[in-house]
């Protein structure tokens, strides 16, 4: 097929009886597969089945290699902190990109550039370079990359299926990115004493190419009216702010993750936990399951995500999703079993699914085409930054009234702020597409 002369119609080939089809028996609650039938959907998202493990692999050998290159915890977080000033500049300024030119051109262009940025870091570690300043700084680019994609990739999803399948393709996306936060590090474990640290950054590599054969394959997604009129500059990112503040549900959509993230993420604490509170069942142990509770829960939500595909009133299940996040994290906060605190982390990884799902398609839905790159561009920012935010008020937090208190204060300021919010404000109770 010659990409260059598909119609941007192309990804809504499937009839209407595919779209309307009712779903019964067992198949209400499993996920809803129905945006796969759309050919330049499943391209997209059969791409991201592979990065999602691959950029994992990256994500584990970077801090390993720095902090075997240091023997330093704190180079391996300033080296975290390197990469988020990138992505936060290139993410906003990539929204604006994504809304003035071809996405699938800029996809082509920046996932080429993240598949390069991954051989330099081989290269480096085949190599016995052992810099950390080489480290920081492709750690950087990969990073300035990876924020100028994100945005096209997410504002494409709107032009591929319908309307009504946003959150359905939001679920299938979502569930493969967490399932990848699962694998990917366990594979990285067991990969590095087999072949080495090195060729994680070269299978990472590989898989990239599959994406950008992917990305090949899709239809051109040219801007829609007028915006390929424009210059992507700082007047096109400030207006994208001029209008998430016009229209109140997107403002509110952003303001829920932030309450949930900076309020109620407590994965700063989670070493502590494991040290102190859990120590009986193995520090090792409780550690592990501490960290892969949350997207395991988030699978498991993805898996019977069903039922999303019916649900209208968006700005309600975002609301329900935030406080049952905020009431689990602090359940957690209160348990002093490991086996109960996973529990309830698991929950809070299903809540998290369904608010990730929900604000998504509120942002697809509810925005117009000529600003859905610039949505998503700020709503990488709101993804990255708020854990981020998060780890440093736990951590304080913690440090002066102990880390189960800080964790169980945190889930209760959640409920306590969103529950204000939607009562305050009635724009995103009232939202539904």
């Known amino acids: 097929m ?53 950029s994992q692999l990256t994500a584990v050998a970077v801090p390993k290699q720095i902090y075997d290159i240091t023997g330093s915890s704190a180079w391996v977080g300033a080296a975290s902190l390197a990469g988020l000033l990138p992505l936060i500049v290139f993410a906003l300024w990539g929204g604006a990109v994504a809304d003035t030119m071809d996405r699938r051109k800029l996809l082509l262009i920046t996932n080429s550039g993240i598949a390069v940025t991954s051989v330099l870091f081989w290269l480096q570690a085949v190599t016995g370079f052992d810099s950390v300043a080489v480290l920081m700084v492709l750690l950087a680019v990969q990073q300035a990359f990876w924020g100028l994609n994100a945005p ?46 090195p060729e994680l950054y070269l299978i990472d590599a590989l898989a990239l190419c599959v994406t950008v054969w992917a990305v090949y394959r899709l239809p051109s997604l040219p801007p829609l009216a007028s915006a390929s009129a424009r210059r992507a500059g700082v007047r096109e990112i400030v207006a994208g702010f001029r209008y998430i503040s016009a229209h109140k549900v997107l403002l509110l959509s952003f303001l829920a993750d932030i309450i949930a993230m900076v309020f109620g993420m407590p994965r700063a604490l989670f ?15 409780a550690l592990g399951l501490l960290f892969a509770a949350i997207p395991i829960g988030a699978v498991v939500g993805g898996l019977f995500s069903g039922t999303f595909s019916r649900a209208r009133r968006h700005g309600w299940m975002v609301i329900g999703a ?8 602090t359940g957690f906060g209160l348990s002093d079993s490991l086996w109960l605190a996973v529990v309830f982390l698991a ?54 009234f102990g880390a189960r208190t ?28």
């Open 2 to 54: 010659d990409t260059s002369e598909s119609s941007s119609t192309e990804p809504h080939s499937s009839s209407a009886d595919d779209t309307k089809q009712p779903r019964g028996g067992w198949r209400r609650w499993a996920m809803d597969t129905r945006p796969l039938r759309v050919p330049a959907y499943r391209r997209l998202w059969s791409s991201t089945i592979v990065t999602a493990v691959g």
């Open 152 to 197: 096209a990739r997410n504002a494409s999803i709107a032009r591929l299926v319908p309307e009504e399948q946003l959150p359905a393709a939001n679920a299938l996306g979502s569930t493969v990115m967490q399932t990848g936060q699962v694998v990917g590090p366990l594979l990285a474990g067991v990969l590095i004493p087999v072949v080495g640290l």
């Open 271 to 285: 070493p502590q936990l494991a040290s102190q509170t859990y120590a009986p069942y193995g520090e090792g142990l």
């Open 322 to 329: 935030v406080v049952a996040w905020g009431a689990a994290i």
């Open 347 to 400: 929950v809070a990884g299903v809540a998290d699914m369904v608010s990730m799902v929900f604000r998504g398609a509120i942002l697809l839905s509810a925005a117009t085409d000529e600003m859905r790159g610039r949505m998503q561009g700020v709503f990488t920012v709101v993804v990255a930054g708020g854990p981020r935010l998060a780890d440093v008020l736990h951590g304080t937090a913690g440090s002066a």
């Open 406 to 433: 800080a964790v169980a204060g945190g889930g209760l300021l959640v409920v306590a702020v969103m529950l204000s919010l939607a009562l305050a404000v009635p724009a995103l109770r009232r939202y539904r597409i």
